[in-house]
């Protein structure tokens, strides 16, 4: 008897210890969404039924209306002629939920269009105009940095990473606005379009302020204190609805839509697809925003993933977050509407 | 009246299901462990197999409660008879639950369902705290349908091996797949 059961004993471990090995439990290096949210983390810990990244943000309502032009790129029902509903976020890309709006180096706009039939358009952008690193395995070294005491660490990261270095190059000429309504934010990541005769197109895309950008000194932004976005954005709102315009860029052969990291030629072929017009801008807690997992992975037919690397690791990392902050919901209490 | 044996839709149904479960406890453990471009890929597959496995397992019961199973063994303990019926209760709770909890899930985030091209309308509105506990539940309940398949493989391989009473013959097939007579024999 003891023959058969140890047999029994070993198959049923066998099995078990292959399940361990899928969950990467004998991995001290498989990049696993944990692994990601662990080096997002502040020293003082994450703020429970807020997002792992990008915390501080306000909602909006609003309108896209589609001019058709898209329709010669994409299939998607969100580019015929027509009005489709959006729920939108502005964010500041920092890990900290009272992150100070001058010192913010990078911010977001995200937004889920959706269609009749009730497919989604979800997209997460920033308005740096392209991503510091080329894979997500660098992405995430280079989140350690910050807890990094060896002084020759960042340097050797930039070393190892010359995109790291262009894209340091490049910020350090940009100005930042004073507004979320005068900046560009950028899908980053590329996508492949499929039109109706199946032909299949690369793109990014932007959304377009229309609003002129004023750019400011870091001097005249620290004057405006740590909290001056979200008045504005009301501000604004109130006066006249604001409104971007949503534009695809269509890649030339060869141009790079693996690495996020390289930006394309100026001169590619830029369609505007359509306008979007905000309705109302409302507080996140309250608001429908909260509740979207901006996914880019989320996509209509006649959208599809490239072969961008960051796209999976995005889906499966905001996956996780939107589980945790979804479970922790009772710690973001839901207050009485108010007007905005 | 229960029949002799399993009839041979009924161990196509086990055997085809087995494979399929296992396959996808393992997919699901994979997509949520790694940034990889096999993120997607698994995802994709989780989802159609998932909804395959809600009616396939809805096919089998109706089976299992129409035609019924083959009697376990006279003198099969109080204790493993109870075992035997607690854990084919729970086996096919979870087999139907947890497809059900990952469409309500999915539901409770608002996200589009569209399965092999098909648009799946949503099992209930948007509810963000109710996805939070959803997708816990998803996740613990399959490791519970984990364990659950373990023990339900060890007791296939102690009925096979140490008591040797036809109970694993009468699913496999072939010799001794009539258990009765094979006891009565002894």
């Not at chain 1, 039109?195 to 299949?200: A, L, S, V, W």
């Not at chain 2, 209930?124 to 490791?143: C, F, Q, V, Y």
């Not at chain 2, 009473?165 to 009565?184: I, N, T, W």
Request: aromatic share 8%; proline share 8%; with cysteine.
């Amino acid at each position: 008897m003891a023959k058969p059961l140890l047999g029994i004993a070993v198959l049923v471990a066998l099995v078990a210890a292959a399940f361990a090995y899928t969950a990467g439990l004998f991995s001290s290096t498989r990049l696993t969404p944990d692994r990601f949210l662990a080096q997002l983390q502040p020293a003082e810990g994450p703020s429970p039924g807020h997002r792992r990244n990008h915390l501080k943000g306000i909602c909006f309502v609003g309108d896209f209306e589609a001019s058709g032009a898209g329709t010669a790129l994409s299939r998607a029902a969100v580019f015929k002629p027509g009005h489709y509903p959006v729920v939108g976020r502005f964010n500041l890309a920092d890990t900290h939920l009272h992150a100070s709006d001058a010192m913010a180096g990078v911010r977001g706009m995200s937004i889920q269009i959706t269609a009749p039939d009730g497919e989604q358009w979800r997209s997460a952008m920033i308005d740096a105009p392209m991503f510091p690193v080329a894979t997500p395995q660098a992405f995430h070294e280079l989140l350690g940095l910050g807890r990094s005491k060896d002084p020759q660490a960042l340097p050797h990261f930039a070393a190892a990473h010359p995109e790291f270095a262009a894209f340091g190059a490049l910020s350090a000429r940009l100005q930042h606005t004073a507004s979320y309504a005068q900046d560009q934010y950028n899908s980053i990541d590329s996508f492949i379009f499929t039109d109706g005769t199946g032909e299949h197109h690369a793109v990014r895309w932007a959304v377009l302020p229309a609003v002129p950008p004023e750019p400011k000194t870091q001097e005249q932004l620290n004057q405006l204190g740590p909290d001056f976005l979200f008045a504005d954005l009301r501000t604004r709102q109130a006066a006249a609805p604001l409104r971007f315009t949503v534009q695809v860029v269509v890649a030339s052969p060869g141009d790079p839509t693996a690495e996020p990291s390289k930006a394309w030629p100026a001169d590619r072929q830029h369609v505007d697809v359509g306008v979007i017009t905000v309705q109302q801008i409302q507080d996140e807690a309250n608001a429908r925003c909260r509740d979207v997992n901006y996914d880019p992975t989320v996509l209509p037919d006649g959208m599809q993933v490239s072969d961008d690397p960051f796209l999976a690791a995005r889906s499966a990392v905001y996956a996780r977050s939107y589980e945790l902050r979804t479970a922790e919901d009772a710690d973001y209490p839901r207050t009485a509407p108010t007007s905005p | 009246m229960s029949p002799r044996s399993f009839s041979p839709l009924q161990r196509g149904l086990h055997w085809l299901m087995a494979a399929a479960i296992l396959t996808m406890l393992f997919i699901g453990i994979g997509m949520v462990s790694t940034v990889s471009h096999a993120h997607l890929t698994l995802l994709a597959v989780h989802r159609p197999l998932g909804l395959a496995i809600l009616l396939l397992a809805i096919v089998r019961l109706v089976i299992r409660l129409t035609r019924g199973t083959p009697p376990l063994p006279s003198d099969l303990p109080p204790l493993m008879r109870l075992g035997a019926l607690g854990s084919h209760v729970l086996l096919y709770a979870l087999m139907i639950a947890l497809p059900l909890i990952g469409w309500a899930m999915m539901s409770a985030a608002g996200d589009p369902i569209l399965i092999a091209g098909m648009h799946i309308p949503p099992l209930l509105s948007p509810n963000a705290a109710l996805h939070g506990i959803l997708r816990e539940a998803h996740t613990w309940l399959a490791l519970a349908l984990l364990a659950l398949i373990l023990m339900h493989f060890a007791a296939a391989l102690f009925h096979a091996w140490i008591r040797r009473d036809g109970v694993f013959e009468a699913m496999a097939g072939g010799e001794g797949a009539a258990p009765v007579v094979k006891l009565s024999q002894q």
